[in-house]
């Protein structure tokens, strides 16, 4: 079938049905679903799109270091099950907090265009105008990322960094208190511009690697649910951030990492966006040890888009292979020792979160 005749396919099922769209109850999260609910009204002017919030286990555990918790999906498990429920047809993620590993039947459909991806330092009240190497030895910078902080221990040595959780409003307050211990915080610039607080952003760290995935909004959607993919794939991929995304993802699985390993990475389009390039980093905890690697992959821009979904995944297996060949390259020159030796907290207990999310929830 056909680009057009898909479009018109989708089109006319859009008109017959209401989408249900899965999110956290965060405020920066139902700010990402708006803006992906406005992408689909603009195909779809007639569809009635209704939104459906919940809080997660890593939403209602806020008193414990996402690093000690033994599973991953702390953002994404309880969407999830709403969608293999069939009680929402497709989810928002920020793709960052997606496992490379998804449940059977789950797919990501869609990757959006891409916010900055860079991490930025947010001075406290009392710092505002200082960079982060003007701060005083021993000075307390607050960041919940194992990844930030195995970084940025070995560029400044002499600070102080400590785990801090809570969403982004809670953490500003927590750095603005008058009796804060923070000089500063390390925070996603996506975040804080999403949330209009770009102004807040004392400077970006551009010798920092971000994030997997930061900065990209990721389409979950039930993989036998084909009508709702064909109706969203089209107006909400964004080709160059899906490729660079999948190649960083891919990456991450080969190196087996997630919230509680501390690999980075930074994917750059060339100006004729025939070239994408993918950069990663793995730091030790302490900073002392790091290996880097990257390759390059030259785009074959395709002429047959009769079948979409054949073209993206020839696009995709390309991508994966360009992840994969730098997560080897990496394990080449030591990344396996450093990722082998990370001590891993004692992970919280099964209880212990099923006694927090009954109370908290």
């Known amino acids: 079938m056909s680009l057009v005749a898909e479009t018109a396919q989708a089109t006319a099922a859009s008109n017959k049905r209401v989408l249900r769209v899965g999110t956290r109850d965060s405020k920066l999260a139902l700010i990402q679903t708006d803006f992906v609910v406005s992408l689909i009204k603009a195909t779809y002017p007639e569809l009635l799109i209704q939104t459906e919030t919940m809080k997660t286990i890593g939403d209602k555990i806020q008193d414990v270091a996402m690093s000690k918790f033994g599973e991953k999906g702390l953002f994404t498990k309880e969407l999830e099950s709403a969608l293999e429920a069939n009680m929402i047809d497709v989810i928002v993620h920020s793709l960052k907090d997606m496992p490379t590993q ?17 991490d930025a330092v947010i001075m406290s009240l009392r710092n505002q105008g200082k960079n982060i190497w003007d701060l005083p030895e021993g000075s307390v910078v607050g960041t919940g990322s194992v990844r930030r902080v195995a970084q940025l221990r070995r560029l400044y040595p002499g600070l102080v960094f400590q785990d801090i959780r809570g969403n982004l409003t809670t ?20 975040g804080m511009k999403r949330q209009g607080l770009g102004a807040r952003i004392s400077h970006p760290l551009d010798n920092v690697m971000h994030a997997v995935g930061q900065g990209a909004l990721g389409i979950e ?13 089209h107006c909400l991929n964004h080709r160059e951030t899906r490729m660079a995304c999948f190649a960083e993802r891919e990456l991450m699985r080969r190196l087996e990492g997630g919230c509680s390993v501390p690999i980075g990475v930074q994917t750059e389009w060339s100006q004729d966006k025939k070239v994408l390039k993918l950069d990663a980093v793995v730091a030790s905890p302490d900073g002392q040890k790091e290996v880097r690697a990257s390759d390059e992959l030259l785009i074959v821009h395709e002429t047959d888009d009769d079948d979409l979904q054949q073209w993206l995944d020839r696009e995709d297996a390309r991508c994966h292979e360009l992840g994969a060949k730098v997560a080897a390259l990496m394990r080449q020159k030591g990344a396996g020792a450093i990722l082998d030796a990370i001590h891993r907290p004692e992970p919280v207990s099964a209880e212990l979160i099923a006694a927090a999310t009954a109370h908290k929830g």
Do not use: C, F, G
């Open 102 to 118: 998804l449940p059977p039947n789950m797919a990501l459909l869609a990757i959006t265009q891409r916010e900055d991806p860079r």
């Open 171 to 190: 953490r500003m307050a927590k750095l603005d208190a008058e009796d804060s211990p923070y000089a500063a915080l390390i925070l996603a610039v996506a």
């Open 221 to 233: 959607v039930r993989s036998d649910d084909v009508q709702t993919a064909q109706m969203l794939v």
